[in-house]
Nanobody, 123 residues
Framework: QVQLVESGGGSVQAGGSLTLACEVSGQTYMTFSMGWFRQAPGKEREGVASISSDDITTYADSVKGRFTIFKNYAEKILYLDMNALTPEDTAMYYC?????????????????WGQGTQVTVSS
């Protein structure tokens, strides 16, 4: 059994910062590929960032240069540092893990999903 639990969401002003966390538990290792996805009401899900088992990172063009994804191996937590936030970043953010890979392309479904954490950015 594998569980992913997100935290760190909230409401911020445009230009502000938030750090999201995804706690990993169960019969798994941080050798999984992991990532963050987001979805706003009425819009399709968007891949935000991913990190491979060897710590190679990939970012959506919309967040590149503003967001940073990284793992804390000792604490078994996946983080997403979010800076220079805009109202377009408002969404429910979901942590994901896959035994093989994470793709940010449309339609990808990972092996495991977290429950999500809400991020709201006001102008």
């Amino acid at each position: 059994q594998v569980q992913l639990v997100e935290s760190g969401g909230g409401s911020v002003q445009a230009g502000g910062s938030l750090t999201l966390a995804c706690e990993v538990s169960g019969q798994t290792y941080m050798t999984f590929s992991m990532g963050w996805f987001r979805q706003a009401p009425g819009k399709e899900r968007e891949g935000v960032a991913s990190i491979s088992s060897d710590d190679i990172t990939t970012y959506a063009d919309s967040v590149k240069g503003r967001f940073t994804i990284f793992k804390n191996y000792a604490e078994k937590i996946l983080y997403l540092d979010m800076n220079a936030l805009t109202p377009e970043d408002t969404a429910m953010y979901y942590c994901a893990a896959d035994w093989w890979r994470i793709s940010l392309e449309r339609g990808f479904e990972p092996n495991y999903w977290g429950q999500g954490t809400q991020v709201t950015v006001s102008s």
